[in-house]
Each structure stands twice: as structure tokens, then as C-alpha cells.
């Protein structure tokens, strides 16, 4: 077993936590489970044994694959499975993210996302690879509750679904996003970390801004997802 | 020339665009200015150059120094600046972080809290050294625009302040935070990432709870305060 490749058909969890979340939620994809020597006999690790046993999934005790796969030093325990697809639900909303780039944002936004139960994300491709165990780490397992789904270009998704409201976030937009009332079902759209989105998704619904001062240039991507996520989603909580 | 502690009294941006902040907002604190002789000679080199012969700051060619410094590739321009002290201003609204511990998140609070007209920050100790260059850059500049002040405990900073309204951010707190509406001068409080806010907030003002599925355990510290911000500062936008 070698380090993750975007190209490898199983990807892993790092950690206790990460890894009893996976056996929680996705244990019909998980092939086998490693544990380090070190790895403390608390209460997690019973219950990750007793899921592993229940469902006939190997435990192998191996210091060399962990110390392989993990940079962390108290990484004790790592979970593989085989990568799965979980479909879109076209009756929900949905997060767009357009080209993203960065893996520990993509994490943060699935993480924020099932927050506020939006369970739903669109990735336009090229865009960073979903499974990568830092994507899986930085969703602090949320990644487990979120179907999701690649598309080639927007109007491959948007021919889809096209009778839902979208609302692109862009720098460029005329409607401030506190002025927004929600109506029907909505895809909220974000461009890449460096570019935003492109002009062209000025004709695409109602493009929206997060006003803020000209001090900065813009938002980090995560936290405009989570601000408009909390104003998309108050009313439900 | 070293590699940042958090005991050395200067401290350095990495990068063009970093360094050039630096310069525009806080030149009399730079010491030196060091350039690597991939740097292309584009329009911000010569804005950099500029300014440090206006400035009489010495300018130093020096690969060694650059790669002893930087861990990215692409670094080729870096500016050594003394620590400085910028004082609260005590009329003015505040974000108080008591005991941060990632600089990432500390850098893109700054950057948010700036981008939305909060120019003053609170670091309860113990807390991550605002002047990391990891923090520096995670800020992408915007620690330069702000005012900071650490305490060595919640009530000494609370007893130079004691008149304004303290919304401390927790998950066991009963106001929702759409239901808040802003009077006075404010201080948004939060915990660290790991743990939150201690249960003696509870008695601290009133405590504000951003409400969210129990699909996750809490928000992502950066993202939590990005949306407390957002709110609380939209009818200025």
C-alpha cells in the first residue's frame, strides 16, 4: 500500500475519529482497516473493532503501513475504502464550487455545507480530487454525509436541472446577498480560490455579492460559502 | 539571517505581493529587503524598489538567504520588519480570540475582520503568534491594516473595556444569532478551535449561538466568525 494518488481506486481516513465516522456511515465501502501498535484500547477503538467485526472487515495490526501512509505522528489508525459515487438529488439544494483548488477548503465547505444541511455539492471540473485523505481530514468526516457529483463544464449541470434558481457569487454582482429572498430550490455557485468565477456567470441567474470594504481584495473562498450558507439557511434553524 | 522564532524581534513576508503591502502600510518598521535573482523585474519589483530607495531601506540581492527562509518555490522577494505594537482602539468594535492555536485560521480571521471594517483584534493568551509569517500570509496582507493587543487573561482586557456589549460565541448559548440586533460597540468573542469558549462565558454578556445541524460538531473557527462578522456588520455595506 503507497501513499494516495488522485488515480488510485481506494482512498483512506487518517485518524480514530475520521475512521469510525467512515465505518458509521460508508462501511459497505470500507476493504480493511489498519492499527498501529500504539494505538490506545479506549472506547473508540472497541467500537471501530466491533464494527470491523460485525461487518467482516479485516483489521490488520501493521506500524509499517501506518507510519507509510500518514505524516502525523499520532496517527494510530487508518481506514480504506474503495471510492464510491453518491448521486446528486436533483430536488435538493445544492453547492456549486466551479474549478476549486485547494483540498483543506473543499473540506471546510463540505464540513459548513452539512452544517447547515445543504447535502448536495457540484464540482466543475478541473477541480481538486474529493477523496484525497486531506479533503477527507479537513471535513472532519462530512464528507460521509454529502452526495456528490463532477461535471465537465456549468451547462453540463445546468441542462440537468435547469429549473431551480442559481445564484453565482461574484465580485462583479449587483444584488447584495442580504437583500436576497429565498424561493423555490437554488444551487449557490463559487469560482476557484485566485479567480473567482468567470464573467460569463453574469448571465446566469441572480449573480449575488458579499459586500465588504475595498481593503480587501476579496474573501477566503471557505468563509464566503459559510456566510452565504448561514443567510440561504437561517430560517431553517 | 534565520528561520522565525516566535522569540525574534523581526519577523518577514514572503512573497511580491506580501512584501509590497508591507512597504505600502508599515515602511517604517522595515529593516531590509531581500531579492532573489529569479525575480522577474515586473511592474511590482520595481513599486518595491521604489519605495525602499524613497524609504532608504536597504535592498540586498541574495538567493541563500531567500531559500534558507521560504519553504514554497516561488518565493523570490521577502521583507524583514521589526514587531511593532499597534494599540486597540477602545472605541471601536473588537474581535477577541481567546487562545487561538492555528495560524491559518488566525491569518484568514484578520483578512475577514478587515474585509468587513473590524480593525481591532483581542488575543487572550496563550495564543499563536500573530507575526508567523504563516499567520502574515494566511492574512494576505491584512494584518498590516490591523490593530491587535494580547491579554494574559479575558478580565484584564475586559476591565479596560467594561461599557460595550460582549458576544461571546458558544454552542451552549440560547441566542440565536439572527435574532441579535446591534447597539453600541460590540466584541465578538470566541473560543479556541479544539475546545471553544470555557462554560464561564455563559455569564459574560450575552452569549450568541450560530445554530447549525447535528450532522457536524461545530463550525470551522475561520468560517464561525466569518458569518458572526457578516451579520453583524451588513447594514454598513
Known sequence: MKKYKKTDLESYTLGTTLTLEL????????????IHSKQEKNETYYKIINICQDKKIDVIFSDKIINTLSDKENCYVIGVFEKYQEELDLNSNHIVLV???????LGTIIRSS??????????????VDIFDPKVIRSSMGAIFNMHFQYFDSFHAYQAL???????P???KAKTNLKDITVKG??????????????????????PVIIKHS???DSLNLDNAVSIALFEFTKNNF
Not at 452539512?114 to 477541480?127: A, E, M, Q, R, S
Not at 430550490?185 to 441572480?206: M, Q, R
Request: hydrophobic share 40%.
Open 99 to 105: 474549478n476549486p483548488s485547494n483540498m483543506g477548503n
Open 185 to 206: 430550490k437554488y444551487s449557490l455557485i463559487f469560482g476557484n480560490e485566485a479567480t473567482g468565477l468567470p464573467d460569463s456567470f453574469l448571465n446566469v441567474g441572480v
Open 23 to 34: 465505518l458509521n456511515k460508508k462501511a459497505n465501502y470500507v476493504k480493511r482497516v489498519y
Open 114 to 127: 452539512i452544517g447547515f444541511g445543504i447535502k448536495d455539492l457540484v464540482i466543475i471540473k478541473p477541480g
Open 161 to 167: 436541472t435547469p429549473t431551480r434558481e442559481f445564484y
Open 214 to 216: 475595498k481593503s480587501i
Open 169 to 171: 457569487f461574484m465580485l
